[in-house]
């Protein structure tokens, strides 16, 4: 902790670019002055994108922003991990109770 001037504690982040807003991307955390959450960034690190095609995706993010995406989801890897998974196609199908057809189409099942 840090005191302020009036001897107020303020926590010091260990991630300054990843914020945690209730009502934002359901409270997952997410980049800084975005709606980019650290599970999107994560997903792409994992499935080995190089950073710089990162950043071309997301031209508009200060690089800086990313590696502290990567490294929050490095430091926090169980919980991203989970809301990888959970956001997955086959958790959300089981949720619900679709399933894929052999066309690609998501059928919901029929209300009685």
């Given amino acids: 902790m ?3 001037a009036n001897q107020t504690p303020e926590p010091i982040r260990d991630h300054p670019y990843i914020v945690q807003t209730e009502g934002v991307c359901g409270g997952s955390p997410c980049i800084q002055n975005s709606r980019i959450p ?7 690190y994992r499935r080995g994108e190089p950073v710089q095609e990162i950043l071309d995706t997301y031209p508009h993010l200060d690089p800086a922003a990313i590696d502290d995406a990567i490294g929050y989801y490095l ?4 919980e ?8 997955s196609l086959e958790a ?4 619900t109770g679709a399933v894929l057809d052999d066309g690609g ?8």
Wanted: hydrophobic share 45%; proline share 6%; no cysteine.
């Fill in 80 to 87: 991203i991990d989970a809301e990888i998974e959970a956001g």
């Fill in 75 to 78: 430091d926090h890897r169980q």
């Fill in 105 to 112: 189409m998501i059928r919901f099942p029929k209300k009685p």
């Fill in 2 to 4: 840090r005191q302020t």
């Fill in 92 to 95: 959300v199908l089981s949720a």
């Fill in 38 to 44: 650290v599970r999107v960034i994560a997903a792409l």
